[in-house]
């Protein structure tokens, strides 16, 4: 299942590549595609502003691809207000490219990483890329890492559940909203748990 239903629409899970830069391979695909760019925003990095485009497949369905430079990954997805099958029709394209990581790969560069700042990368990354209903393999790694004694690493976890969107991380994120020893830790977990209630993530 590459799609779960949001407020407001639909959207797919994030196919997360191996390489930073893959705007040229993601324009090619639109262009191929006939979709219509609707947004070519360059980086910005001294104002924070990532690359960022978007692109119109039909009315009501869209696919953005972006860049983060600060876990070293890029990713696409779609989202639409019509329906569920127009979402994943659209990102076939994606979820059959060689070049998007998989979900074994994502485990694996969690187990491979070993300084504390590219283990909390791999963590977020894995977060991004995760599948659209809950995987013990990723819960088990994210919430050992939420709660580890670095915290690159646990920023790194808290992210990948914040980016994962499932209810199961609800409660290691109130736990690390109200007890981790880092100020901004602890806002990163609570603003997880906002955006999870703004989006609809259901409460265990």
């Known amino acids: 299942m590459n799609v779960i239903e949001r407020s407001g629409g639909f959207r797919s899970r994030r196919f997360v590549f191996q390489s930073l830069h893959m705007t040229d391979e993601v324009q090619a695909i639109a262009a191929a595609a006939g979709w219509k760019t609707t947004l070519n925003q360059p980086a910005a990095p001294s104002k924070g502003r990532p690359l960022l485009m978007k692109w119109e497949v039909f009315s009501g369905l869209t696919v953005l691809y ?3 430079d600060a876990i070293n990954t890029s990713f696409a997805m779609a989202a639409s207000s019509l329906g569920a099958a127009e979402v994943a029709g659209c990102v076939a394209v994606f979820a059959a490219h060689p070049q998007v990581t998989t979900f074994d790969e994502l ?3 969690c187990d491979a990483a070993a300084a504390p700042d590219s283990k909390g990368a791999a963590l977020a990354r894995s977060g991004l890329g995760a599948p659209i209903e809950a995987d013990e393999r990723f819960v088990e790694r994210l919430e050992a890492g939420a ?3 670095e915290a690159a690493i646990r920023e790194g976890a808290l992210w990948g559940m914040a980016y994962a969107e499932w209810p ?6 109130n736990r690390a909203a109200r007890n981790d020893p ?3 830790l602890r806002k990163v977990a609570a603003s997880a748990l906002g955006a999870f209630d703004r989006i609809g993530v259901a409460r265990r």
């Open 107 to 109: 485990i694996g560069g």
């Open 168 to 173: 199961v991380f609800r409660r290691p994120l």
């Open 147 to 149: 709660f580890a004694d």
């Open 182 to 184: 880092d100020e901004f």
């Open 66 to 68: 972006t860049e983060k």
